[in-house]
């Protein structure tokens, strides 16, 4: 089958930054470019190559920004197009690539072509949204928003639904009309005229829509993310966009799309239909979970799910992630928040994520192995998500202490608390008195001050991974074998390069765990621990880790 061939998005690593959460320079309690700005040297010291900042775009944010008023405007909070232009430019000269968020499967409500839209049914914009009439004095289907309540709102004026498939501060644009798609070419260009280097493109798979608006059997309604990711134009869409576009610059990709199949993840990435360079598959960030419930996984079903991903052929290349804003941390998740593992399982999840085969993607704070917030009352959380189900789950006959504790596994907020900087008030992240979302209480243990200091720290074993994985074309193109699929505690798996053999071995479990290895990787050296004592160097027959202990060796 041959490698696959090399691409600089294949090599590079990933840092995603929520702006609101990261850094706030102008002392209002929310995040912003300045501040982003003045952590450079910080992911230069760390060694990561891409940022990926989620939307920074004029909005009322009823969705953080994922609702955006105008594409060409920097939000107030975060900045002006002047902080933007210093910050891409500030980027460039420490040779950090910079990509944005595209949000065209909706506009705000706010949005002067929303305005327009349902000023009239004659009006020019009227098409650029989906309208319908109503279907016997009812909503034009029964289809759900993922916030809650139907995805059809009416509006009076006209006295026709417009669908929303998230809040309906969020109308969903209308792909079918070609003036529409125009516009966002040309908003796409404004920002890679100035030198972004690609977008991470929000929901991308859902801009085709099942047009026949058919109800949704019982069934169907339980994952109504499967039928709104399944629309029949998604690959003209993308291969116009990428024609029209994309093919006249030098940028990366990368679509995101909940309900997405790994099928479809692979046919929008395939190297040869000229769509997408990549795209999130979900089935590991989610392993277990439904809708809001986090219920129990098994370490062989994760370990499937990587296999998977892998069980292509070189015309597509994964993506590797843990954690994102939409997501819980991942040590909370993956690994093991407590005091006496936490610092070891967020090691070995680097480790993990760092020598998959795909492009590794890092949320901010993971580095410093941040851990979920601990939400005792609903008044908490600022997420639309859950202010939005809140009456349905709990109508539905949840009970509310059910719900929290389900949340305080699976609720987005925890990766959105502000980044934890050091051990002054509010972890550093604000001279506000209160940030616009609680800081975890944690900060005075767990803050990029301490990490930098501590040569031990979660911080360092990225630094040094992510120089080992630095051109090392082994570990980067190297075909993945999980050589134990069916340990019940040890993750144990090669990359096997033109050159070299990695062999990896995580105990994902809080208890001492054996595994008989092959003679084959007997004389391995080993190269990464993410324990400082008991330094065993050679692989011998039998491998006993300690909790949670990771290691990484190399044929010789
Ligand atoms: O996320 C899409 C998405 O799949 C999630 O919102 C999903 O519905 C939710 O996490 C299920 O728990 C993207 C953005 O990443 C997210 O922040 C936005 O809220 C959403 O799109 C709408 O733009």
């Known amino acids: 089958?041959?490698?696959?061939?090399?691409?600089?998005?294949?090599?590079?690593?990933?840092?995603?930054?929520?702006?609101?959460?990261?850094?706030d320079a102008n002392g209002d309690g929310m995040g912003d470019l300045q501040g982003i700005i003045s952590k450079i040297d910080y992911l230069v010291a760390l060694g990561i190559d891409i940022v990926w900042l989620s939307p920074h775009f004029d909005s009322p944010n009823a969705d953080n920004g994922y609702d955006i008023r105008d594409y060409r405007k920097v939000m107030d909070a975060f900045g002006t197009m002047a902080?933007?232009?210093?910050?891409?430019?500030?980027?460039?000269?420490?040779?950090?690539?910079?990509?944005?968020?595209?949000?065209?499967?909706?506009?705000?409500?706010?949005?002067?072509?929303?305005?327009?839209?349902?000023?009239?049914k004659e009006n020019p914009y009227r098409e650029y949204y989906i309208w319908r009439p109503d279907k016997n004095g009812k909503e034009p289907s029964n289809w759900p928003s993922f916030f809650g309540g139907s995805a059809w709102e009416l509006d009076p004026k006209t006295n026709e639904y417009y669908l929303h498939y998230f809040s309906k501060k969020q109308p969903d644009l209308n792909w079918e009309n070609p003036e529409l798609r125009e516009e966002v070419y040309s908003i796409m260009r404004f920002w890679l005229d100035k030198g972004v280097d690609g977008f991470r493109m929000d929901v991308i798979p859902l801009i085709s829509k099942h047009l026949d608006f058919n109800d949704m059997?019982?069934?169907?309604?339980?994952?109504?993310?499967?039928?709104?990711?399944?629309?029949?134009?998604?690959h003209e869409f993308l291969r116009e966009m990428?024609?029209?576009?994309?093919?006249?610059?030098?940028?990366?990709?990368?679509?995101?799309?909940?309900?997405?199949?790994?099928?479809?993840?692979?046919?929008?990435?395939?190297?040869?239909?000229?769509?997408?360079?990549?795209?999130?598959?979900?089935?590991?960030?989610?392993?277990?979970?439904?809708?809001?419930?986090?219920?129990?996984?098994?370490?062989?079903?994760?370990?499937?799910?990587?296999?998977?991903?892998?069980?292509t052929d070189n015309f597509h290349w994964p993506t590797v992630f843990l954690n994102n804003h939409d997501n819980p941390r991942s040590v909370s998740k993956f690994g093991c928040d407590s005091p006496e593992h936490r610092v070891a399982s967020a090691k070995l999840l680097a480790l993990l994520t760092l020598t998959q085969r795909g492009t590794p993607f890092l949320f901010q704070g993971e580095e410093i192995g941040m851990t979920n917030y601990c939400f005792t009352s609903f008044d908490q959380f600022d997420d639309v998500e859950i202010r939005g189900n809140y009456r349905q789950v709990l109508r539905s006959g949840v009970g509310a202490l059910t719900y929290l504790s389900e949340l305080n596994k699976s609720s987005r907020?925890?990766?959105?608390?502000?980044?934890?900087?050091?051990?002054?008030?509010?972890?550093?992240?604000t001279h506000a008195e209160k940030s616009w979302l609680a800081i975890n209480n944690n900060y005075e243990q767990i803050n990029v001050a301490n990490q930098l200091a501590d040569t031990?720290?979660?911080?360092?074993?990225?630094?040094?991974?992510?120089?080992?994985?630095?051109?090392n074309d082994d570990l980067i193109y190297g075909d993945y074998f999980d050589i134990a699929p069916d340990h019940e505690q040890v993750f144990a798996y090669t990359r096997t390069g033109t050159q070299k053999t990695f062999l990896i071995v995580l105990n994902m479990s809080g208890t001492l765990a054996c595994m008989k290895l092959d003679d084959l990787y007997h004389g391995y050296k080993l190269i990464v621990s993410n324990y400082t004592n008991d330094y065993v160097s050679w692989v011998r027959e039998t491998l006993e880790l300690g909790p949670w202990e990771a290691r990484m060796y190399v044929s010789v």
Do not use: C
Not at 94 to 119: A, M, P, R, Y
Not at 217 to 234: M, Q, V, W
């Open 456 to 471: 031990n720290s979660v911080f360092h074993f990225y630094k040094t991974l992510l120089e080992m994985r630095r051109g």
């Open 83 to 120: 902080d933007f232009d210093e910050m891409l430019a500030k980027f460039k000269e420490k040779g950090i690539k910079l990509i944005i968020d595209l949000v065209v499967n909706h506009s705000s409500d706010e949005h002067h072509w929303f305005k327009q839209s349902k000023s009239s």
């Open 242 to 311: 990428n024609d029209t576009v994309l093919s006249q610059y030098d940028v990366m990709t990368v679509g995101e799309g909940f309900g997405v199949s790994r099928a479809l993840t692979q046919r929008m990435t395939d190297e040869r239909r000229k769509e997408l360079n990549l795209s999130f598959l979900f089935d590991i960030v989610r392993v277990g979970r439904d809708n809001w419930r986090q219920g129990d996984f098994t370490l062989p079903q994760l370990k499937e799910l990587f296999t998977a991903q892998n069980d």
């Open 1 to 23: 089958m041959g490698r696959p061939k090399k691409a600089w998005w294949k090599e590079q690593v990933v840092y995603q930054i929520y702006p609101r959460s990261f850094k």
């Open 217 to 234: 059997s019982a069934s169907e309604l339980k994952h109504p993310e499967i039928i709104y990711a399944s629309g029949p134009r998604i």
């Open 413 to 429: 907020d925890h990766s959105r608390t502000p980044m934890q900087w050091s051990n002054e008030a509010q972890g550093g992240f």
